[in-house]
């Protein structure tokens, strides 16, 4: 449990850096390059129109093409 933790905290301070604001664009290199890992999140959401967004805690992303991610924030 700990380990999938540490995987989670590391993801989220990843997609923190990323996107400061709202919303930001970046690609399937830099997450990599950080060490982001697509194995571990929190929450999958489902837009009306079908797109589908995985989460770590309020920090959420979606592949836009096979190199580009839209990383965006939840308000809570």
């Known amino acids: 449990m700990r380990t999938v933790n540490n995987k989670l905290r590391k993801n989220y301070r990843i997609l ?3 996107n400061p604001d709202k919303t930001q664009i970046t690609t399937l290199t830099n997450l990599l390059n950080k060490g ?3 194995e571990f999140f929190t929450s999958v959401l489902q837009t009306k129109d079908g797109k589908i967004y995985n989460f770590i805690y309020d920090q959420g992303y979606m592949p836009l093409d096979s190199r580009k991610y839209i990383i965006v ?3 809570i």
Do not use: S, W
């Open 73 to 75: 924030r939840k308000d």
């Open 36 to 38: 982001f890992d697509f």
């Open 16 to 18: 923190v850096e990323i």
